[in-house]
């Protein structure tokens, strides 16, 4: 809910902009409507004190039984339609007045207009996805855009088809929005979402082709379920903290989804590089694909379906076997300005793909825009490929029932020279399943340990000692990105990672925190154990502080990496944006380098970590490294970012 401060930085805003002139543009700094008036009613009692508005949605809630939700205590945020929006829903649909509506159907609308678990206003989500889904488990996407007609006053729009005809109405326990017409859910799988939008239609014809639409039809797995024992009571013991502190807000997830993140270029982007149909796709994939895999060039040319054909290749290398929103793909909002000093580098984070040994970089820069394999060094060396956001992509809906795409500027290919550099891998997005539950790039109020039933996470496999649960985001944690990955209890697990961009001779490394309660690891890479074990109670002998000697800190920097350490990186840390303190200056946060060796493209590694301490123990896993020997044994030598 909005709180006393914020009422007042608006009107401090108002007042400037009345008295400078200033026109407001469409960002989250956007003065809202209604100035967050305060008022002494609920959610319901704002639709029931206004009749002439709210009445028939009003009446929807009160079938569905939702309405009494909203008079309770909590944090949501609802989109109210007017009566105007509820009307012309029922005139599509057929129904002459809301009693008509099937039972289930209300239940549905009143769902895909509540939020619960946050009270989200357009200062805090004004391009991109709240993040919490709302309460029939879909998610909701603000954009903007600019009136023409109304000198250029800022236009919200949800879901891309409801306009807020009024914003930011603050209550007791929310925010409502109230919109021109009713959001109504597609039951649409991506694919064929995909392929109604006829602004790109060249990759939507590549995508059956390849046959890669039909892996990218899971909704949910069925085989999962919990007991009512498993969400609110009855979770083995939880121990994670200093001095063994108990976590108790636990859960395990109800549901397991399966999502799909797909990036698409448009038929005018295609034409844009001469290609104007199929063929011209098909040939423009076999010139980059047989240039980046010369060994398997000339041999699946015809075999559309197969991984190595270039088509294949190409059309796969745009989808991810999980759910990222735009504003997740890198570390954004609140959390981008709390932990990230981007005079040091951008931020970034690294995905596998649909295409086999294929990983995709991601990029945040200091413009506030996302781009895919853009390198910058001390310099840019690769452009990258700039992802489109919500407002800049129209109206076309761009989500559904199990996934996600987003409008790219130019064609996406693999490229190894983008990501011929230290890959730090944020643990979170080796999990798919944290991301499909949107529940480890998403900030919460208060520490959370999000965990799925054993045996049910992709790409890892687990003894029945071990929990793993996701930290989600988190202002003041003492994690890279405010998140992490949490193994708890006399655990055994082993986690597949992502491949390598090219084979070569790579150090991996993890990023973790040192505390009390962490034990003692053993951790091994496809069987074979990665030295001495690694004691996550206390840092390594020889840590010192940073000096204004830059030589001295080399130095330090070198006597560390030669017994398998490295401090923590300088590019995040605690209260950046107002001159906070870095990891890297924290003795607590540390990097230890497993293993020195070739890691194949080719080949599939697994990294197994086991406790060797009986009792409860955790491991914060926040990070894995991939450094190629090119750039950790470099005449410069590596950064400290």
């Not at 007042?8 to 543009?25: E, K, N, R």
């Not at 989250?28 to 959610?43: H, I, S």
């Not at 825009?369 to 919500?390: A, F, H, Q």
Request: charged share 25%; with cysteine; glycine share 6%.
């Amino acid at each position: 809910m909005m709180n006393m401060k914020k009422i007042q930085l608006w009107m401090l805003l108002i007042v400037a902009a009345i008295l400078s002139g200033i026109t407001v543009s469409c960002s989250d700094e956007d003065v809202p409507d209604n100035y967050y008036t305060a008022t002494e009613l609920t959610a319901a009692g704002f639709l029931k004190n206004n009749p002439a508005r709210f009445s028939e949605f009003t009446r929807i809630l009160q079938r569905s039984k939702f309405l009494s939700t909203l008079a309770t205590y909590g944090e949501y945020t609802l989109y109210a339609p007017t009566n105007d929006a509820v009307d012309a829903y029922m005139r599509s649909n057929g129904y002459p007045d809301v009693e008509a509506i099937p039972d289930d159907v209300c239940d549905t609308l009143a769902r895909t207009h509540i939020v619960k678990g946050g009270a989200y206003f357009t200062a805090d989500v004004s391009d991109g996805t709240l993040p919490v889904l709302n309460m029939d488990d879909r998610n909701i996407t603000i954009s903007c855009d600019s009136d023409v007609n109304n000198n250029n006053a800022i236009v919200y729009y949800v879901n891309k088809s409801a306009r807020m005809i009024e914003r930011d109405d603050s209550v007791t326990n929310g925010v409502v929005h109230t919109i021109d017409h009713m959001l109504v859910s597609t039951s649409m799988l991506l694919p064929d979402l995909i392929k109604q939008d006829t602004t790109a239609t060249i990759f939507a014809q590549a995508l059956a082709l390849t046959k890669i639409e039909q892996k990218m039809r899971k909704v949910e797995d069925y085989s999962y379920t919990i007991g009512r024992d498993s969400v609110e009571e009855g979770l083995p013991e939880v121990f994670f903290g200093a001095d063994g502190e108990k976590w108790t807000n636990v859960k395990y997830i109800e549901r397991r989804y399966f999502k799909y993140t797909a990036f698409v270029e448009t038929d005018e982007i295609f034409s844009k590089w001469n290609i104007h149909n199929l063929d011209d796709l098909k040939a423009y994939a076999k010139q980059q694909y047989d240039a980046i895999f010369p060994e398997d060039a000339g041999k699946y040319d015809d075999q559309w379906d197969n991984e190595k054909n270039p088509l294949n290749r190409f059309i796969a290398y745009h989808v991810l076997p999980y759910l990222v929103n735009y504003d997740q793909l890198v570390i954004s909002g609140q959390m981008k300005d709390y932990y990230c000093f981007l005079d040091k580098a951008d931020t970034e984070d690294y995905y596998e793909t649909m295409c086999p040994g294929c990983i995709m970089r991601a990029s945040g820069p200091k413009d506030g825009r996302v781009y895919l394999n853009r390198k910058r060094t001390t310099v840019l060396e690769e452009p990258g490929v700039r992802v489109l956001s919500p407002s800049e992509s129209g109206l076309q809906l761009q989500d559904c029932a199990n996934g996600v795409y987003h409008y790219i500027n130019r064609p996406l290919v693999f490229s190894r020279e983008a990501l011929n550099t230290r890959l730090r891998i944020d643990a979170t997005t080796m999990f798919p399943d944290f991301l499909n539950a949107q529940k480890c790039r998403v900030m919460f109020n208060q520490k959370q340990l999000t965990l799925f039933k054993p045996g049910f996470l992709t790409n890892v496999e687990a003894s029945s000692q071990s929990l793993i649960g996701v930290r989600g985001n988190e202002i003041w944690t003492n994690s890279w990105e405010g998140n992490m990955v949490a193994i708890c209890g006399e655990f055994d697990v082993t986690i597949k990672l992502p491949p390598v961009p090219q084979t070569g001779i790579y150090e991996l490394r993890m990023g973790y925190n040192v505390n009390p309660s962490r034990g003692i690891v053993q951790a091994y890479l496809n069987g074979v154990a990665c030295g001495v074990p690694v004691d996550l109670r206390s840092g390594p002998d020889g840590w010192k502080e940073d000096t204004d000697d830059e030589e001295e800190n080399r130095a330090t920097d070198k006597s560390m990496h030669n017994r398998g350490f490295m401090k923590a990186p300088d590019s995040q840390g605690g209260n950046a944006s107002n001159g906070g303190t870095p990891f890297r200056a924290a003795s607590w946060s540390m990097r230890r380098i497993l293993y020195t060796g070739e890691l194949r493209q080719d080949q599939e590694y697994k990294l197994r970590f086991r406790q060797l301490l009986k009792g409860n123990y955790s491991l914060s896993l926040d990070f894995i490294e991939l450094c190629p020997k090119s750039v950790y044994a470099s005449p410069e030598g590596e950064d400290t970012h």
